[in-house]
């Protein structure tokens, strides 16, 4: 069985960094792509970035790019979002998510199939 369970949400001022980890467990990590989503107090949730399970590939939300980096640390089973300059438009729920298909990296959410509790991020102006 799956479980992502994120960690290293909190508050921050705009400007400031924050790293949010994902560990996951259940199956072979390397073998799958990772996501993070994020959704905002009335929003839809939305694609932030995405990272293959070699960590060869990236993918991120235009929005988050040259500001955001997704990595991950295969031999710890865990995905890492490094956030710097943040905004109080990156204020949301954060969340990690694996697809069920293997050797696939997609960056829509209706393609991942688990998902971690989610973490609160939130920056102030």
Known sequence: QVQLVESGGGLVQAGGSLRLSCAASGRTFSMYAMGWFRQ??????????????????????????????IFRD????????????????DTAVYYCAQPDRRYYTPRSLFEYD????????TVSS
Do not use: H, I
């Not at 970035?49 to 500001?67: M, P």
């Open 40 to 69: 905002a107090p009335g929003k839809e949730r939305e694609f932030v970035a995405a990272v293959s399970g070699s960590g060869g590939v990236l993918s991120y939300a235009n929005s988050v790019k040259g500001r955001f980096t």
């Open 74 to 89: 295969n031999a710890k089973n865990t995905v890492y979002l490094q956030m710097n300059s943040l905004k109080p438009e």
């Open 114 to 121: 688990y998902w971690g509790q989610g973490t609160q991020v």
